[in-house]
């Protein structure tokens, strides 16, 4: 009975090995130290909502944005509207063309 209890111990740690092996090979792992999730924390809680009017300036005064955008044949087709502020990570709305238009008049 002691060599099946031990064939069963090999098997269930051949499987653990061959199951870790498979999850490594398939995803990349992120390391991050304690200070940089706090930072990032404490920026989010700071952020405010800006969406609504189309801005293409932060009330922090900084002009870059991360913006998401669809690319086709090496150029953007399209882009959402909600982008966040890459400095104070505050969310805003990106402007348009048609807000360009709007506003000359």
Known sequence: MNWLTNIAVFLLIAIGILVIRNFIGKYYFLILEKEEIEEDMDQQESALDLRGTPTHVCVCGSQHFYVRA?????????????????ECGSLATAPTPLDREEMDQ
């Open 70 to 86: 669809i690319f086709q044949d090496y150029e953007i087709a399209t882009y959402f509207l909600d982008m966040i502020c890459a």
